[in-house]
């Protein structure tokens, strides 16, 4: 079983920033790809970001160059730093970990998850 526990969700104005933590076990990170998704009310969950075990990093179209996915291996802990927040970034987000795919496939059919941590963003 995978654990992960993010933190760092909030409130914010438009424009503003956060930055989103998840830590988890060393052999996460050596062995699964890792990433975040978000899911708002009413809709589907969608692919944040992703970075794979050889560093490869993806992101939804949505992002536009505004959120940087990292991680600090040395403390166990992947990041999402959001800037330019848009009131439609409000949502749910999660962190995920896959072990059998990596994320390489680009679903989540064999993701883990966090309990998410809320984000909101008003005008």
């Known amino acids: 079983q995978v654990q992960l526990m993010e933190s760092g969700g909030g409130s914010v104005q438009a424009g503003g920033s956060l930055k989103l933590s998840c830590a988890a076990a060393t052999y996460v990170f050596v062995s699964c790809g890792m990433g975040w998704y978000r899911q708002a009310p009413g809709l589907e969950r969608e692919l944040v970001s992703t970075i794979t075990v050889n560093g490869t990093t993806k992101y939804g179209e949505f992002v536009k160059g505004r959120f940087t996915i990292s991680q600090d291996t040395g403390k166990n802990v992947l990041y999402l730093q959001m800037n330019s927040l848009k009131t439609e970034d409000t949502a749910v987000y999660y962190c995920?970990?896959?072990?059998?795919?990596?994320?390489?496939?680009?679903?989540?059919?064999?993701?883990?998850w966090g309990q998410g941590t809320q984000v909101t963003v008003s005008s």
């Open positions: 995920a970990a896959d072990c059998v795919t990596g994320f390489l496939g680009g679903g989540f059919d064999f993701a883990y």
